[in-house]
């Protein structure tokens, strides 16, 4: 899991690869249930996460009764 998350990172922070971050985003990532890459995206843009944080709230805490294929 930590060697997925730092490639991840690392892809992300690449001048490489073009990314601009938006809360959407964000919210996207989640309501796909691609928790992994929600971790990331928490880590790197924690500080850009203001105006949907009831709303995320509410997808993480509805993806805990979901099944864990």
Known sequence: ???KLKLMSH?????DFAFDFAEDNFVDVIENDVF????L?????FLLIRTQQE???RLLVGAFGKANG
């Open 1 to 3: 899991m930590k060697r």
């Open 11 to 15: 892809i992300i922070n690449s001048d």
């Open 36 to 39: 992994d890459m929600a971790v």
């Open 41 to 45: 995206l928490y880590r790197e843009y």
């Open 55 to 57: 709303r995320i709230c």
